[in-house]
C-alpha cells in the first residue's frame, strides 16, 4: 500500500491549524483558483493561481495560500508557487488551501482539476499484420495508437490500400484479399502511420478441417484448434489463415481468438468455427464445470495491539516469523507451534510506516524500511537475525535515500529498494552488513513528475519492478540474458497497460481523479502476475478498506512474456469485493492478499487465458475480518506467505492468520 499517500491525503483534508493570534480575524468565506479545469499534455506544466475572499466579497491578499496535489497525485505534482507538473496520464486533483499567517483561523480550501492527456500518436500497432494471404480471404485487423512512451491512445484509425483491386480495407480494418498482387496497406492516426506490403496468392484450398474434431475439457482449461487447409491433392496450402468464431450451444460464454485457442468461463457445449474464404470447419468442445473447490482449516491466530499490521516474512527456520506495521516498529513471532504463535521481541525504529521487513537467504542478516521518519533520515536498518526470536538493529542506510524506503527484496547479499524521493531503485550492498554501500541505480526515462517506483521482486538473476505509472518492467541484474549485474543493471522489457481506461468506475466512485498503479508482480513460469492498487480519489472518513483510504480495487493481470519481444496480458483475475495487493506463488497455486476481501487462493496451473474468477479457478477464500479488528469485522489482508503446508496472512485490522489449504475430497462417485 502506498502510505506515503496517506499523508498527502490528510495533509490538504485536514490542514494544521494555524498559530493563534490575538484578535479575532476576518474569516475567509472562499477562495477561487483559476483555471479551475485545463488539460495538458505528460511532461507540460501550468501555473494556479489562487485568492481568498472574505464574506464582504473583498479580496484578502494577506492570506497564505498552500498548494497540495491530492487523490492521483502519482500522476503529477504542485510546488509552492502553484506551478503544476504532469507526469502520467490520469486525473490531478490540486487543493489550495487557505489561511491567515499568525492567526486562528480556518483554513479554506478549493480544487482545480487537472487532466493530464498522452502526448501525441507516435506509432500504431496492427494486430494481425498478415503479409501472404490466398485470394478470395478475409481478416478484421486492429490498429492501436501509442505515444513515444509509450502511452495508450484512443484516436480513430482509418484505413487504405494501395490496390484496391488486390486488397481492399473498410473502415473498419475489415481485409480481403481480392486478386493476386502486391499492395500496399496503411492505418494512419493523427500524423503518425504504419505501413506494409500485403502479398496475395492463388488460392487452391480444397478442404479444411479443424483438430481435434470433438473434446472435453473444464471451464479455464485452454485448446489450442489447428487449422488445416489442403488442395485437390491433399497437400497443405501454406498462409491459410482462417477468421474464427464461436458460438454456444443453448446457454454458456466462451471466447476464441485470432489464433485458434479457445477458453471457456461457463460450462456447456461449444461450435467452433474456422471460415477460409467460402469454406469452413467446425469442431465442438464439451466444457464442465472446474469444481476445485477445497477446505480451509484456520489453524491459528494472533492479534495485534495498538498499531496495524503490514507486510510479513517467514525466517528460513519455519520457526520465527516478523510483521512490520504501519507505525514505527516490526514485531518478532514464534510461529514453531502455528496453533500458538506468540510475540517474542519487537525493533522499534523512528518511523511512521515500517512497510517492508525481509531476511537475506541464510536468515543472518536483514532490513526493514523506514517512511516518515521525525529526523526525515528514512532508508533502510539493517538487522541481525542471529538470534531469530530477538532481531537487533546494527545498521542503517540512509545517504541516498532519506526521502523513504517502501519495499525491498534482498537477494545474494544486495538489497535491492524503491526510492521514495526518485522514484529509482537503488542497489545497497550488505555483503558486510555493518558498512552498508550503494552500488547501482536505475530509473525508467519519462519526466520526473510522477515517476514512482512501488515494488521489486528479485530471481534468478531478474528484477521484476512494479514501477506504477510505468508498468511492469524486467532487468537483468545477473541472469546474463542482457550482459547485466547488480553493480549494471540492463534492461530487458517494458509493458505498460492503460489504468485509466481499466478503473474508470472507480473514478465513478470517488469523485474526479483515483489512485491507481501497478503495485506488485511475481514472476512464474513464462508469466508475470502483475497486481494494481486502486483507490477512488476521495473517500468520506475513510470508509470500511484501507486506512485512510477506504474501500480497494484492483486487477491482477498475467503477462505472457515467453516472447520478450512481445510482452502481452492473456489473462486476469480481479476480486470483485477488494483489491489485489501481495501475492505469493508456490507450484501451481497462487495466494492474494485481497484487502477487505481476505485471503483469495488460485489454481494457475496449465496454460492461462481469459477472466481466472469467472472460469472458476479459485481454490479457497478465507474473509479475515474480525470483531475485536481495529475495524469490526472489517477484513484487511495485506498478502500471503506460504511456508512449509501453511498459508500465514498478516491483516491489517486483524494481525496474522494462520490457515492450512486442505487437499482435494475424492470424489464419490
Same mark, same amino acid.
Not at 485568492?51 to 479580496?59: E, F, K, L, N, P
Not at 506509432?123 to 494486430?127: G, H, L, Q, T
Not at 488486390?166 to 498482387?181: H, K, S
Not at 496474522?656 to 487437499?663: A, F, M, S, T
Given at each position: 500500500?502506498?502510505?506515503?499517500?496517506?499523508?498527502?491525503?490528510?495533509?490538504?483534508?485536514?490542514?494544521?491549524?494555524?498559530?493563534?493570534?490575538?484578535s479575532?480575524?476576518?474569516?475567509?468565506?472562499?477562495?477561487?483558483?483559476?483555471?479551475a479545469?485545463?488539460?495538458?499534455?505528460?511532461?507540460?506544466t501550468?501555473?494556479?493561481?489562487a485568492?481568498?475572499?472574505?464574506?464582504?466579497?473583498? =479580496?484578502m491578499?494577506?492570506?497564505?495560500?498552500?498548494? #497540495? =496535489?491530492?487523490?492521483?497525485?502519482?500522476?503529477?505534482g504542485?510546488?509552492?508557487?502553484?506551478?503544476?507538473?504532469?507526469?502520467?496520464t490520469?486525473?490531478?486533483n490540486?487543493?489550495?488551501?487557505?489561511?491567515?499567517?499568525?492567526?486562528a483561523?480556518?483554513?479554506?480550501?478549493? #480544487?482545480?482539476?487537472?487532466?493530464?492527456?498522452?502526448?501525441?500518436?507516435a506509432?500504431?500497432?496492427?494486430?494481425p499484420?498478415?503479409e501472404?494471404?490466398?485470394?478470395?480471404?478475409?481478416?478484421?485487423?486492429?490498429?492501436?495508437?501509442?505515444?513515444a512512451?509509450g502511452?495508450?491512445?484512443?484516436?480513430?484509425v482509418?484505413?487504405?490500400?494501395s490496390?484496391?483491386g488486390?486488397?481492399?480495407?473498410?473502415?473498419?480494418?475489415?481485409? +480481403?484479399?481480392?486478386?493476386?498482387?502486391r499492395?500496399?496497406?496503411?492505418?494512419?492516426?493523427?500524423?503518425?502511420?504504419?505501413?506494409?506490403?500485403v502479398?496475395?496468392?492463388?488460392?487452391?484450398?480444397?478442404?479444411?478441417?479443424?483438430?481435434?474434431?470433438?473434446?472435453?475439457?473444464?471451464?479455464?482449461?485452454?485448446?489450442?484448434?489447428?487449422?488445416?487447409?489442403?488442395?485437390?491433392?491433399?497437400? +497443405?496450402?501454406?498462409?491459410a489463415?482462417?477468421?474464427?468464431?464461436v458460438?454456444?450451444? !443453448?446457454?454458456?460464454?466462451?471466447?476464441?481468438d485470432?489464433?485458434?485457442?479457445?477458453?471457456?468461463?461457463?460450462?456447456?457445449?461449444?461450435?467452433?468455427i474456422?471460415?477460409?474464404?467460402a469454406?469452413?470447419?467446425?469442431?465442438f468442445v464439451?466444457? =464442465?464445470?472446474r469444481?476445485?473447490?477445497?477446505?480451509?482449516?484456520?489453524?491459528?491466530?494472533l492479534?495485534?495491539?495498538?498499531?496495524?499490521? =503490514?507486510?510479513l516474512?517467514v525466517?528460513?527456520?519455519?520457526?520465527?516469523?516478523?510483521?512490520s506495521?504501519?507505525?514505527?516498529?516490526?514485531?518478532?513471532?514464534?510461529?514453531?507451534?502455528?496453533?500458538?504463535?506468540?510475540?517474542?521481541?519487537?525493533?522499534?525504529?523512528?518511523?511512521?510506516?515500517?512497510?517492508?521487513?525481509?531476511?537475506?537467504?541464510?536468515?543472518?542478516?536483514?532490513?526493514?524500511?523506514?517512511?516518515?521518519?521525525?529526523?526525515?533520515?528514512?532508508?533502510?536498518?539493517?538487522l541481525?537475525?542471529?538470534?531469530?526470536?530477538?532481531?537487533?538493529?546494527?545498521?542503517?542506510?540512509?545517504?541516498?535515500?532519506?526521502g523513504?524506503v517502501?519495499?525491498?527484496?534482498?537477494?545474494?547479499?544486495?538489497?535491492?529498494l524503491?526510492?521514495?524521493?526518485?522514484?529509482?531503485?537503488?542497489?545497497i550492498?550488505?555483503?558486510?552488513p555493518?558498512?552498508?554501500?550503494?552500488?547501482?541505480?536505475?530509473?525508467v526515462?519519462?519526466?520526473?513528475?510522477?515517476?514512482t517506483?512501488?515494488?521489486?521482486?528479485?530471481?534468478?538473476g531478474?528484477?521484476?519492478?512494479?514501477?506504477?505509472?510505468?508498468?511492469?518492467?524486467?532487468?537483468?541484474?545477473?541472469?546474463?540474458?542482457?550482459?547485466?549485474?547488480?553493480?549494471?543493471p540492463?534492461?530487458v522489457?517494458?509493458?505498460?497497460?492503460?489504468?485509466?481506461?481499466?478503473?474508470?468506475?472507480?473514478?465513478?466512485?470517488?469523485?474526479?481523479?483515483?489512485?491507481?498503479?501497478t503495485?506488485?508482480?511475481?514472476?512464474?513460469?513464462?508469466?508475470?502476475?502483475?497486481?494494481?492498487?486502486?483507490?477512488?480519489?476521495?473517500?468520506?472518513?475513510?470508509?470500511?478498506?484501507?486506512?485512510?483510504?477506504?474501500?480497494a480495487?484492483?486487477?491482477?493481470?498475467?503477462?505472457?512474456?515467453?516472447?520478450l519481444?512481445a510482452?502481452?496480458?492473456v489473462?486476469?483475475?480481479?476480486?470483485?469485493?477488494?483489491?489485489?495487493?501481495?501475492?505469493?506463488?508456490?507450484?501451481?497455486?497462487?495466494?492474494?492478499?485481497?484487502?477487505?476481501?481476505?485471503?483469495?487462493?488460485?489454481?494457475?496451473?496449465?496454460?492461462?487465458?481469459?477472466?481466472?474468477?469467472?472460469?472458476?479457478?479459485?481454490?479457497?477464500?478465507?474473509?479475515?475480518?474480525?470483531?475485536? !479488528?481495529?475495524?469490526?469485522?472489517?477484513a484487511?489482508?495485506w498478502?500471503?506467505?506460504?511456508?512449509?503446508?501453511?498459508?500465514?496472512?498478516?491483516?491489517?485490522?486483524?494481525g496474522?492468520?494462520?490457515?492450512?489449504?486442505?487437499?482435494p475430497?475424492?470424489?464419490?462417485?
Open positions: 500500500m502506498s502510505l506515503p499517500l496517506v499523508y498527502a491525503l490528510l495533509a490538504w483534508q485536514q490542514p494544521a491549524p494555524l498559530p493563534t493570534a490575538p479575532v480575524p476576518q474569516p475567509i468565506a472562499r477562495v477561487d483558483v483559476k483555471p479545469e485545463y488539460a495538458l499534455e505528460v511532461g507540460d501550468v501555473r494556479l493561481h485568492v481568498a475572499y472574505d464574506s464582504s466579497g473583498r =479580496a491578499p494577506e492570506a497564505v495560500i498552500r498548494w #497540495f =496535489a491530492s487523490g492521483g497525485r502519482f500522476e503529477g504542485v510546488d509552492s508557487t502553484g506551478l503544476v507538473s504532469a507526469g502520467s490520469g486525473t490531478l490540486v487543493a489550495a488551501v487557505a489561511g491567515l499567517a499568525g492567526r483561523v480556518k483554513s479554506t480550501v478549493a #480544487f482545480a482539476r487537472i487532466t493530464v492527456l498522452p502526448r501525441p500518436a506509432a500504431i500497432v496492427v494486430m499484420r498478415p501472404r494471404m490466398l485470394a478470395g480471404t478475409s481478416l478484421v485487423l486492429a490498429g492501436v495508437p501509442y505515444a512512451n502511452d495508450r491512445r484512443y484516436d480513430h482509418t484505413w487504405k490500400s490496390r484496391p488486390v486488397v481492399e480495407v473498410t473502415a473498419i480494418g475489415r481485409l +480481403t484479399a481480392r486478386a493476386p498482387g499492395a500496399a496497406v496503411t492505418a494512419l492516426a493523427g500524423k503518425t502511420s504504419a505501413s506494409w506490403t502479398v496475395v496468392t492463388r488460392n487452391a484450398v480444397a478442404r479444411v478441417s479443424l483438430a481435434p474434431a470433438d473434446t472435453a475439457i473444464r471451464c479455464g482449461d485452454v485448446v489450442r484448434f489447428v487449422f488445416l487447409a489442403t488442395d485437390a491433392g491433399r497437400r +497443405t496450402v501454406a498462409d489463415d482462417p477468421e474464427w468464431a458460438s454456444p450451444v !443453448g446457454d454458456g460464454y466462451a471466447a476464441v485470432g489464433t485458434g485457442v479457445f477458453v471457456a468461463d461457463q460450462p456447456g457445449t461449444y461450435r467452433v474456422a471460415t477460409l474464404g469454406r469452413a470447419a467446425e469442431a464439451q466444457v =464442465a464445470p469444481n476445485i473447490t477445497r477446505q480451509v482449516t484456520i489453524v491459528g491466530r492479534p495485534l495491539k495498538g498499531l496495524p499490521g =503490514a507486510e516474512w525466517h528460513p527456520d519455519g520457526k520465527h516469523a516478523y510483521m506495521t504501519i507505525g514505527d516498529r516490526i514485531y518478532a513471532i514464534d510461529i514453531a507451534d502455528p496453533a500458538k504463535p506468540f510475540f517474542t521481541d519487537s525493533v522499534v525504529v523512528d518511523a511512521r510506516v515500517v512497510n517492508d521487513v525481509m531476511t537475506t537467504e541464510d536468515g543472518k542478516y536483514g532490513v526493514l524500511t523506514r517512511e516518515g521518519a521525525s529526523t526525515r533520515k528514512n532508508g533502510i536498518v539493517i541481525s537475525f542471529e538470534d531469530p526470536a530477538h532481531p537487533k538493529a546494527i545498521a542503517e542506510f540512509t545517504e541516498t535515500v532519506t523513504g517502501h519495499s525491498t527484496y534482498v537477494y545474494q547479499g544486495r538489497v535491492y524503491t526510492d521514495d524521493a526518485t522514484g529509482s531503485m537503488r542497489v550492498d550488505i555483503r558486510d555493518y558498512h552498508p554501500k550503494q552500488v547501482a541505480r536505475w530509473q526515462e519519462r519526466p520526473e513528475a510522477g515517476r517506483l512501488h515494488d521489486i521482486d528479485v530471481r534468478d531478474l528484477a521484476t519492478l512494479s514501477y506504477w505509472n510505468d508498468g511492469l518492467v524486467i532487468l537483468d541484474v545477473g541472469n546474463g540474458m542482457k550482459g547485466g549485474s547488480p553493480e549494471n540492463r534492461l522489457l517494458q509493458y505498460k497497460y492503460d489504468l485509466n481506461e481499466l478503473y474508470k468506475k472507480v473514478e465513478l466512485a470517488g469523485g474526479p481523479g483515483f489512485i491507481r498503479g503495485h506488485t508482480s511475481w514472476r512464474h513460469r513464462h508469466y508475470v502476475f502483475v497486481g494494481d492498487e486502486v483507490f477512488p480519489a476521495r473517500q468520506q472518513g475513510g470508509g470500511p478498506g484501507v486506512i485512510g483510504l477506504g474501500r480495487y484492483g486487477r491482477l493481470h498475467v503477462i505472457d512474456i515467453a516472447d519481444t510482452p502481452h496480458e489473462a486476469w483475475f480481479e476480486p470483485e469485493d477488494g483489491g489485489s495487493h501481495n501475492v505469493w506463488i508456490t507450484g501451481d497455486t497462487l495466494y492474494m492478499g485481497d484487502y477487505q476481501g481476505g485471503l483469495r487462493v488460485l489454481d494457475i496451473s496449465g496454460e492461462l487465458k481469459g477472466d481466472l474468477l469467472a472460469q472458476g479457478r479459485e481454490y479457497a477464500h478465507v474473509h479475515t475480518g474480525d470483531a475485536a !479488528g481495529f475495524v469490526a469485522n472489517g484487511n489482508a498478502g500471503a506467505i506460504y511456508s512449509r503446508g501453511l498459508v500465514y496472512v498478516p491483516d491489517i485490522n486483524s496474522l492468520w494462520v490457515v492450512k489449504i486442505e487437499p475430497q475424492p470424489v464419490i462417485p
